[in-house]
């Protein structure tokens, strides 16, 4: 059996329906996600980490039901060092 | 070599803390995360510069490179106050989304600094002076927004004015531009600035950020009357950062305990030490006048 697709899988674009940018890249996801749902493709822990959807932050009680569409621009932002 | 270490702990807070806002610091010296050649010399530089408040950046996580070190790895957020720029900004409106950001990090992180931000919006990328007209609105919009806004500035007085009116927590002028190492380049501008935001106000903080070479930079700025002092590269950058770091934390207690105990004035002529009666000396260039 095939193993389930990631779902930053980029698949072909006569099944995918759904394009966002995230963090300035094109990608095509395989359905519209909630954010929780993109989320378990970063492997760095969520308290890390602060997710933007069209400019407006998505608090984290909300990344359960938040949905990404298609066209949505999204960011994934976490702490660097800096001055 | 050895070094005899002092029978008391010569490190010792001169003062009480620094209040900023809501928040007191006990160290007056704040330093910045980046440039460290690894995570391991930035946690032990921290270390060695006594600070209990860094700066940190809001950056795109690398999506699909994986098993990167995160620096809240080597930042314990229990022991240090994070305090989340927005540098690389160039807009008053990105600014306030990299705020906003780096406020999210912070509240699921529990960290006392999560309300705070240094606001920095640049106006040209080969000075990184910057842009004033930028940086009095994101202000005024995060102060407004319920944030304390630390936020940085060139050293001119009328801007520096302008952000405290606005609503800045506390205003902060470069000492020369972001990480050229100059030191302070107009001592009498910073002045003035004090003067200025400190008159009928003597507890707004007014801390000295950026420029900083070395040590005796440090030591100027609370000379001058400054309250912290906000430096990265001069550590980052040093060639034994860690030994930097002792030295700025030395640096910055110099200046401090010399700007409270208060320098003596500038006299164009010597007066001297020892006594002047007694001496088995005579004159004998007939200097007597």
Redesign the interface.
Known sequence: MLPPLHP?TIISHEQSMVTVT???EPTEIASEMTVEVLLD????????????VN?E?V??EDYATKMVHDGDRV????????? | MAIVEPAVDDTEQPDAGLRIGTHTLSSRLIV?????DTMEQ?RDSLDASGADCV???????R?YE??GK???DFIDPKRYV?L??T?GCYTSEDAI?AA??????L???GNPGEDWVKLEVLGDSRTLLPNPAETIVACEKLAADGFQVLCYTSDCPVTAKRLKEVGATSVMPAGSP??SGQGLLNTNNLRIILEYLKEDDPDFPVIID?GVGTASDVSEAFELGGDAV????AIAHARDPILMARAMKHAALAGRNAYLAGRIPKRLYGTASSPTEGVISTRPYGSDA
Do not use: C, F, K, Q
């Open positions: 930053l995230i963090n300035g493709t970063v492997e760095v822990p969520p308290n890390y980490l602060a997710v933007e400019s932050v608090r984290r960011e994934v932002v976490t702490l660097v060092g800096g001055g | 910045g995360t980046g440039r460290y930035m700066t940190v950046a809001v950056r795109r996580e999506l994986r098993g995160n620096i809240l994070l989340p720029n540098a989304r906003n950001l780096g406020r999210e990090i509240s699921s992180l972001i990480g950026a906000l430096l990265n590269t």
